[in-house]
């Protein structure tokens, strides 16, 4: 094995940001990253919140990045990782790498410093640094093997996992994506089965203006809140100046771990049943919907076992004869509501007024059950491949110390 610095092994590049001023550098066809538009663990970025035409491109000190190259965040969030999956460019808050050529493959040096700064949290107690700059990477130094062939083999192991993983993820949007659907076509254009099996709406299905809805609906529903399907509850955390209320066996679920996927079964933090007795917090039920309160506010997540929550989210657990799937869905429609409420901007938080005096359209009951006869395979698929991704997450992280020191090689 060599040992050497990483600024002996990589060609370093610098992002930029286009005037903000001019509109003529902005919405275009390049994405433009920022660190929240990676900090996931996924290991390719492909998307970017923001884009940038090429006249901002020309314009600005930022680059563009080819496929695979590595993009590494240097100040807020410090030490995210992730391989370009298409051309993009970023700002001036994250750094480029390209490995030089001959010396070092991009796809080993992603997983190189991946391990790196695993190895930084731990000893750091989960920090990695203040900022990297220039000078940082000539403080960095990792162990790789000479033979660029060996590398290659190495990556390949660790790589066949994250495809496998991101291969799941793209199943579990495409099913959710299909309910999604099913959902809008029923409850939102009104055209569920009717008796016929025909489109009811289209169909000529009776309807009826609703005066606090503003807009039709079909015979035999009526308008309410979303606590006629469910009841609305509240967190809370335990203390955390007394040691034995944590570390335990109990999820404990806070806006920073919806991170993205439908289901969650782990959390960043957990607590004990001592935490759990001596705190507002509850033990909420596999399926509960979780609601982002404050942080990053309006994002739902679905308990994928029993776990309990903080004060900065709320959670609504349905009524015994309404479906989870059903909820969750009429949830996204209370959060689409809230955000035309507030002109589309992002808003700060959300109180339970919001939840309580926001009305929606409530079909009838057999209409529910039969959407959840169609969407809870469907959703338990989800959940069953969200298992499988943990799984193979964890066995990723198990090789990938072993597979950079040595310890196991790849024949």
């Known amino acids: 094995m060599n040992k050497n610095k990483i ?14 001023s001019n509109p003529d550098f902005w919405n275009g066809d390049i994405g433009w990253l920022s660190v929240a538009d990676f900090n996931n663990n996924n290991r390719y970025v492909y998307t ?16 563009l990045l080819q496929k695979n190259d590595i993009i590494i965040s240097a100040r807020g969030t410090v030490g995210a990782l992730a391989q370009i999956g298409i051309p993009m460019c970023f700002n001036q808050s994250c750094f480029g790498l390209r490995g030089k050529e001959g010396i070092i493959d991009n796809t080993f040096l992603y997983y190189c410093l991946k ?52 291969l799941n993820k793209c199943i579990n949007a495409e099913l959710e ?20 099996d025909k489109p009811y709406k289209s169909s000529g299905g009776k309807m009826f203006y609703n005066d606090t809805l503003k807009r039709e609906i079909p015979e035999g529903w009526y308008d309410s809140n979303i606590l006629a399907v469910a009841q609305l509850l509240g ?16 999820p404990f679920f806070t806006p920073t771990d919806a991170n993205g996927t439908l289901f969650k079964f782990t959390t960043e933090d957990n607590i004990t049943d001592e935490g759990l ?38 959670a609504l657990k349905a009524m015994p004869d309404i479906s989870y799937t059903f909820l969750f869905f009429l949830t996204k429609e209370l959060i689409h509501h809230l955000e035309v409420k507030s002109s589309g901007s992002v808003f700060d938080s959300i109180v339970s007024n919001d939840i309580e005096y926001t009305n929606l359209a409530i079909p009838e009951p057999s209409l529910v059950e039969k959407f959840s006869n169609i969407a809870e395979p469907v959703f338990s698929c989800i959940a069953n ?22 310890q196991v090689t790849v024949k």
């Open 7 to 20: 600024s002996n092994l990589v060609h370093i590049i610098s992002g930029g940001t286009p005037k903000t």
């Open 48 to 63: 970017s919140e923001k884009t940038i035409s090429r006249a901002g491109l020309t314009s600005s000190s930022t680059k």
């Open 115 to 166: 391990n790196y700064v695993a190895n930084i949290k731990k000893r750091s107690q989960g920090s990695v640094f203040d900022t990297i700059n220039l000078n940082t990477f000539d403080l960095m130094e990792i162990d790789y093997p000479e033979s660029l062939s060996t590398q290659q083999r190495i990556a390949s192991v660790l790589a066949a996992l994250d495809n496998k993983i991101e």
């Open 177 to 196: 994506a299909m309910a999604k659907n099913l959902y809008d076509y029923w409850f939102v254009q009104c055209d569920f089965p009717d008796k016929n």
């Open 235 to 250: 967190g809370g955390t335990p203390s955390k100046k007394i040691p034995q209320y944590w570390d335990g066996k109990i």
């Open 277 to 314: 007795k001596n705190s507002s917090t509850k033990l909420f039920d596999k399926n509960t919907v979780f609601i982002t309160a404050r942080g990053s506010v309006g994002k739902l997540v679905l308990a994928g076992t029993k776990m309990a929550m903080n004060q900065s989210c709320y």
């Open 385 to 406: 491949t969200t298992i499988e991704n943990e799984q193979l997450a964890k066995l990723r992280d198990w090789l990938l110390p072993m597979l950079m020191n040595g």
